[in-house]
């Protein structure tokens, strides 16, 4: 499924559109497949690593901060399971937020996920980081930590939660996908 990218916020398409541009003129093609996520897609990816320990504390994390929202999502997605793909629960990825996107490397018609493949000499994924850095945004797969290849967003900052109160988060996430 491609990312809509009409749901990223104001600014980030065009620089999405000359991303994906500068890396075809590379040579890779790199295609959107998911931007705007809502919380309870994040509390899935988040829940599919962890153990029931670590999830049942971040719940009552989320409880004692009083983010009832963020704890229900986290709670109302069911056991989930799968490789470990984000370090940021439901509401502080910039995904949430219409601020991030993924993309995937397209190789003889079909996803590559290999971030040491090369094709012609490049890996994609790299092509995508730099050219991603040289509109603009800020690349996962530069990031020191937790390297998210795919990944670019609007903003420096890694998530929502260095810039933002979790109660801040939590109201916002309830006012855009609540109810």
Known sequence: MAADLDQLVAGMKPLVLQLVE?????????????GLRDPFAQARLWRQSRATEEIQAK???FERAGAVFLAHCLRSVGPQHG?????????FSWHQWGEALDCFWVVDG???????????????YR?????GEGVGLTAGGHWKRFKDWPHVQLRE?????????????????TARFGG
Do not use: Y
């Open 22 to 34: 500068r890396c075809q003129a590379r040579g890779v093609e790199m295609r959107p497949n998911n």
């Open 59 to 61: 719940i009552a994390e």
């Open 83 to 91: 490789a470990h793909v984000t370090v940021t629960p439901p509401g």
């Open 110 to 124: 079909k996803a590559e996920w290999s971030t040491q493949k090369l094709v012609n000499g490049v890996n994609g």
């Open 127 to 131: 092509v995508f980081a730099d050219e």
């Open 157 to 173: 900052a890694g998530n929502a939660g260095t810039v933002m109160s979790v109660l801040d988060i939590d109201s916002a996430m």
